[in-house]
RNA sequence: GCGCCCGUAGCUCAACUGGAUAGAGCACCUGCCUUCUAAGCAGGGGGUUACAGGUUCGAUUCCUGUCGGGCGCGCCA
């Protein structure tokens, strides 16, 4: 199954085959101008240029052919050759009926059940997260669940950064004072004992930081209890074992809050020992080489337009760089996974770095050219000045209060339209949530992914308009209805009149939206289409009323039309990563 | 200096491999709750798509240049 524009491409792709013409100019799109028709077809004036014809001598043969076909109920030229279209009512009926009755909503299987790893999480242990990690995991969470149900086999991983030299700085710190207990009597089991610890390293962290950076002899010291970190000495190793412990309890608690998925729980330690053997066969090939005490993977190439600078293995030190280890993960991935794809939703300013990785890996015989390798990165999150996002205090907010936040303004309008009344404690609190997060993802996910956006708090927790709770909003009023109409779910004919057309045929677009969402790795262009739909029901449902509708074969119809939107909104919102809560 | 990304309404953002009259939300103005949840609906004003050229039947989209903003360029991650 597929979409109806979709459908429509394959009728016309043959008509442009019974002329002579390729039959890719066949693609229908649905159209611009709804005033002139539901969709149409561009395809006779890019040919005619092939073809050096006349567009509308082109767009003739087409339209000739297209008008004996009986799902056609108008077919038109327009202007300097569109190829209009609509479709009669009995198709489009039997063609949402059909969407219905599939489970997929009409979207193929474009994964084969190919593996895909994938990377959005980055956060270092034993630090509080924050804001700026708000979009790799809202974004990355998102196309996992898309490539999911587009048929992949997708393996989310954290990818924390657990072993650098930010962690030899804070174990040196508890051992040079003397407060390793402050660690090793944390309860894993408590969750107070936990936030405690994190609260803990979250302020000790940067104290240390700015510490060794003022005193050279500090960063020394710092740095060489990495190595011995490193190197699994004690009581380093059994001290950072607790502390990652802690923090992976810490960041699921984060990630859970918002609804975020992960299938791995690595991070850079976990591929330690691949390093080695790894080095030592990239120098076996001659692909690494010695450069000022240094060994580097040259990745020019004589077509580069600019500088490429290589990729370090070992600094002059002897210590890994990032490019090491993600290059280490890459090697585990493929031995563990054997993945098809593996895609980076990392911030855009990191692309040289994963060109560099990719060359070197390419380079070096670690994947094979059919893997594909894929940085889809993201804009800065700029504040409200331009300018890299800061709280008044200078910080970065925390994610934690933003969310925190978030629900306590939806709290405030769910008492302002008295919605909460009546209502259990618990189930005030889910729907808070479940709001605040809506607002927060859909805020996020609806730009662009490359663009740089502007963080805007109010923004961020408003539920008004283009928002999440927008969407919730129409699920919940259709969810309501059904409920009050007793709506048995048994599929009806559809009899469709004036105003159930729009939204009939806007039902039809989801499996043309998800597609472009997984070809670009671009979630907005399923806010995109959540939104029109939504628009579209709430239009529909001002212009129509239903409960009181006494033709019964109409009444069953529209509320159909009703299930399948609610189907359809609560399916996109959900390859979102967003949750449509009962009533609110 | 070299390279990448960006510049669209007062603000925040869309526009699918070039298509018809460049769309939304917020803000502003006007209507609509005695029948399905007003976190809503209907309507209005608001644009030289930074600028100048070029390719094309057709350019926000492709090419060149200028201006403006962000970011990155061997031993941090």
């Given at each position: 199954?597929?979409?109806?524009?979709?459908?429509?491409?394959?009728?016309?792709?043959?008509?442009?085959?019974?002329?002579?013409?390729?039959?890719?100019?066949?693609?229908?799109?649905?159209?611009?101008?709804?005033?002139?028709?539901?969709?149409?077809?561009?395809?006779?004036?890019?040919?005619?240029?092939?073809?050096?014809?006349?567009?509308?001598?082109?767009?003739?043969?087409?339209?000739?052919?297209?008008?004996?076909?009986?799902?056609?109920?108008?077919?038109?030229?327009?202007?300097?050759?569109?190829?209009?279209?609509?479709?009669?009512?009995?198709?489009?009926?039997?063609?949402?009926?059909?969407?219905?009755?599939?489970?997929?909503?009409?979207?193929?299987?474009?994964?084969?059940?190919?593996?895909?790893?994938?990377?959005?999480?980055?956060?270092?242990?034993?630090?509080?997260?924050?804001?700026?990690?708000?979009?790799?995991?809202?974004?990355?969470?998102?196309?996992?669940?898309?490539?999911?149900?587009?048929?992949?086999?997708?393996?989310?991983?954290?990818?924390?950064?657990?072993?650098?030299?930010?962690?030899?700085?804070?174990?040196?710190?508890?051992?040079?004072?003397?407060?390793?207990?402050?660690?090793?009597?944390?309860?894993?089991?408590?969750?107070?004992?936990?936030?405690?610890?994190?609260?803990?390293?979250?302020?000790?962290?940067?104290?240390?930081?700015?510490?060794?950076?003022?005193?050279?002899?500090?960063?020394?010291?710092?740095?060489?209890?990495?190595?011995?970190?490193?190197?699994?000495?004690?009581?380093?190793?059994?001290?950072?074992?607790?502390?990652?412990?802690?923090?992976?309890?810490?960041?699921?608690?984060?990630?859970?809050?918002?609804?975020?998925?992960?299938?791995?729980?690595?991070?850079?330690?976990?591929?330690?020992?691949?390093?080695?053997?790894?080095?030592?066969?990239?120098?076996?090939?001659?692909?690494?080489?010695?450069?000022?005490?240094?060994?580097?993977?040259?990745?020019?190439?004589?077509?580069?337009?600019?500088?490429?600078?290589?990729?370090?293995?070992?600094?002059?030190?002897?210590?890994?760089?990032?490019?090491?280890?993600?290059?280490?993960?890459?090697?585990?991935?493929?031995?563990?996974?054997?993945?098809?794809?593996?895609?980076?939703?990392?911030?855009?300013?990191?692309?040289?770095?994963?060109?560099?990785?990719?060359?070197?890996?390419?380079?070096?015989?670690?994947?094979?050219?059919?893997?594909?390798?894929?940085?889809?990165?993201f804009g800065?999150?700029?504040?409200?000045?331009?300018?890299?996002?800061?709280?008044?205090?200078?910080?970065?907010?925390?994610?934690?209060?933003?969310?925190?936040?978030?629900?306590?303004?939806?709290?405030?309008?769910?008492?302002?339209?008295?919605?909460?009344?009546?209502?259990?404690?618990?189930?005030?609190?889910?729907?808070?949530?479940?709001?605040?997060?809506?607002?927060?993802?859909?805020?996020?996910l609806q730009n662009a992914r490359v663009a740089d956006y502007?963080?805007?708090?109010?923004?961020?927790?408003?539920?008004?308009?283009?928002?999440?709770?927008?969407?919730?909003?129409?699920?919940?009023?259709?969810?309501?209805?059904?409920?009050?109409?007793?709506?048995?779910?048994?599929?009806?004919?559809?009899?469709?009149?004036?105003?159930?057309?729009?939204?009939?045929?806007?039902?039809?677009?989801?499996?043309?939206?998800?597609?472009?969402?997984?070809?670009n790795?671009a979630p907005h262009h399923?806010?995109?289409?959540?939104?029109?739909?939504?628009?579209?029901?709430?239009?529909?449902?001002?212009?129509?009323?239903?409960?009181?509708?006494?033709?019964?074969?109409?009444?069953?119809?529209?509320?159909?039309?009703?299930?399948?939107?609610?189907?359809?909104?609560?399916?996109?919102?959900?390859?979102?990563?967003?949750?449509?809560?009962?009533?609110?």
């Amino acid at each position: 199954m597929t979409s109806l524009a979709q459908k429509l491409s394959g009728i016309v792709g043959d008509a442009f085959e019974a002329q002579g013409l390729d039959r890719a100019f066949g693609r229908v799109t649905v159209s611009d101008r709804a005033d002139l028709a539901q969709f149409q077809c561009n395809g006779a004036m890019a040919a005619s240029k092939a073809a050096k014809k006349n567009p509308r001598e082109v767009a003739g043969g087409i339209v000739e052919i297209l008008q004996k076909n009986t799902v056609f109920s108008k077919v038109e030229i327009a202007g300097p050759g569109f190829i209009n279209l609509n479709v009669t009512d009995a198709f489009l009926a039997g063609h949402i009926q059909e969407t219905g009755a599939d489970d997929r909503a009409g979207v193929p299987d474009l994964g084969h059940n190919e593996t895909v790893v994938l990377d959005y999480g980055g956060p270092n242990i034993a630090k509080a997260m924050h804001v700026g990690h708000l979009r790799a995991a809202i974004i990355g969470d998102a196309v996992r669940r898309i490539m999911k149900f587009a048929g992949y086999n997708t393996l989310g991983d954290v990818h924390m950064g657990d072993w650098g030299t930010h962690m030899g700085m804070l174990i040196y710190n508890y051992i040079a004072r003397n407060e390793t207990a402050v660690v090793e009597n944390t309860d894993l089991s408590d969750q107070k004992s936990i936030d405690d610890l994190m609260e803990d390293m979250a302020e000790r962290y940067p104290r240390s930081a700015a510490a060794a950076k003022e005193d050279k002899h500090l960063m020394e010291l710092a740095q060489a209890a990495t190595v011995k970190l490193q190197n699994k000495e004690e009581p380093y190793y059994s001290l950072w074992e607790k502390i990652r412990k802690v923090s992976v309890k810490g960041m699921e608690k984060n990630y859970t809050a918002l609804g975020v998925h992960f299938d791995l729980w690595k991070g850079e330690a976990d591929v330690h020992d691949y390093i080695a053997p790894m080095v030592d066969d990239l120098r076996a090939k001659n692909f690494a080489v010695e450069s000022d005490g240094a060994w580097i993977v040259p990745v020019a190439q004589n077509d580069d337009k600019k500088e490429m600078p290589p990729l370090i293995l070992y600094k002059r030190d002897g210590a890994v760089m990032y490019g090491t280890t993600d290059m280490a993960t890459i090697v585990e991935r493929v031995k563990l996974y054997n993945p098809a794809k593996m895609v980076y939703v990392v911030d855009q300013r990191q692309s040289l770095h994963f060109e560099q990785v990719f060359r070197a890996v390419r380079k070096g015989g670690i994947v094979r050219d059919d893997v594909e390798l894929t940085h889809a990165g993201f804009g800065t999150m700029n504040g409200p000045d331009g300018k890299p996002f800061k709280t008044r205090a200078g910080g970065v907010m925390r994610l934690d209060d933003l969310i925190t936040m978030a629900q306590e303004r939806a709290r405030a309008r769910m008492d302002e339209a008295h919605v909460g009344e009546g209502m259990s404690a618990d189930e005030k609190a889910d729907i808070a949530h479940k709001v605040a997060i809506a607002a927060i993802k859909f805020a996020d996910l609806q730009n662009a992914r490359v663009a740089d956006y502007v963080f805007d708090l109010d923004r961020l927790t408003s539920f008004e308009g283009k928002t999440g709770p927008y969407l919730l909003y129409q699920a919940v009023r259709i969810k309501s209805l059904l409920k009050k109409a007793e709506y048995d779910g048994k599929p009806p004919a559809f009899s469709l009149q004036d105003v159930d057309r729009p939204l009939a045929l806007l039902l039809t677009e989801l499996p043309d939206a998800v597609e472009s969402a997984l070809k670009n790795y671009a979630p907005h262009h399923l806010c995109e289409y959540a939104y029109r739909l939504a628009q579209g029901f709430s239009s529909f449902y001002g212009n129509c009323h239903i409960l009181s509708e006494t033709d019964v074969v109409l009444r069953n119809s529209r509320l159909a039309l009703c299930a399948l939107t609610n189907a359809q909104l609560e399916l996109v919102l959900g390859l979102l990563g967003i949750q449509v809560p009962e009533r609110m």
